[in-house]
């Protein structure tokens, strides 16, 4: 008797905070992952070999929104799953909405519940803006940004002192370290296995390299060696973080919109929109997304 092989669901190629499948950062997106297991879902990340991928089934139950725009989502890395994927999520709603049209979405994460909204443009453009889980923001300890600093092969004049360092947390812990100077933050060379080890005794996701260009532009970059990538191209968990740290340590006004620009160096450049709200702890991060098209077989 011969037993039929389960079939192998539709897996989507999408760039998010970028219009350009060339620009932002490349996510897997699988709109029914219904019936795939754990290893499943991890062996379609690794065979990506994205950042992250992301895994859409049904909703659990209570969870609200509307009728079929609510999901649980799931995050893997080539490596391991992940609790909250900021680019994946903007990925994915854009893939969605072009097969559903513009709207909310409502996603149950391990993290939390994230709200995402879908907005058409007149020339056909969608943008989607995700509402970050409620984030907090810790002090990072000497111990521990000294040893990220000679991972990184980092010296402590090589930090702008006007941006302490802090561990941030909007759904993920990123280590936020800011940079003195652009050419700083240009050459990033790190000890990829010693960073790796570090980052995973203190349960961080990315470590936020940011240079301030002006009040409200900055220039990112994040290494994820515990990904299994050296770098994330644009992170939109990590930008979630970033607000809420730079509101916090009264570095931008209560209510104000940030530009990010992230994979500049790695010839993927992409923008993300991190807005702050009075009164609303949340952080919103938003940007635009384009289909990549599936390699040639």
Request: aromatic letters at 6%; proline letters at 7%.
């Amino acid at each position: 008797m011969t037993t039929t092989p389960k079939p192998r669901p539709e897996i989507l190629r999408y760039t998010a905070f970028s219009a350009d499948p060339a620009g932002g950062n490349p996510a897997g997106v699988v709109l029914d992952a219904a019936g795939l297991s754990d290893a499943e879902q991890l062996a379609i990340a690794a065979e990506l070999g994205y950042s992250e991928s992301a895994f859409l089934t049904a909703p659990p139950e209570g969870l609200g929104g509307e009728a079929g725009r609510s999901f649980t989502v799931r995050y893997f890395s080539p490596k391991a799953e992940v609790s909250f994927c900021g680019h994946a999520t903007i990925a994915t709603a854009i893939a969605f909405a072009e097969r559903h049209g513009a709207g909310e979405l409502l996603l149950s994460t391990q993290a939390g519940t994230v709200p995402v909204t879908v907005t058409e443009s007149a020339d056909g453009t969608l943008r989607a803006t995700l509402t970050s889980v409620e984030p907090a923001v810790h002090e990072a300890a000497e111990k521990d940004v000294t040893e990220a600093l000679e991972a990184l092969g980092w010296s402590p004049s090589d930090l702008d002192p006007a941006f302490p360092p802090r561990i941030a947390y909007a759904g993920a812990r990123h280590l936020v370290l800011a940079a003195a100077t652009r050419a700083r933050l240009a050459d990033l060379d790190y000890d990829f296995e010693r960073l790796a080890t570090f980052m995973t005794a203190l349960d961080l996701t990315t470590v936020q390299l940011v240079w301030r260009e002006s009040e409200t532009v900055f220039h990112v970059r994040d290494p994820f060696p515990v990904g299994g990538v050296v770098e994330d191209p644009a992170t939109g968990a990590a930008a979630a973080a970033f607000g809420a740290y730079a509101r916090e340590l009264g570095l931008v006004p209560e209510e104000s919109v940030l530009t990010l620009h992230q994979g500049t160096d790695m010839g993927r450049p992409g923008e993300l929109r991190v807005e702050l709200r009075a009164g609303d702890p949340r952080v919103r991060v938003g940007g635009t997304g384009a289909r990549i098209a599936d390699p040639v077989a």
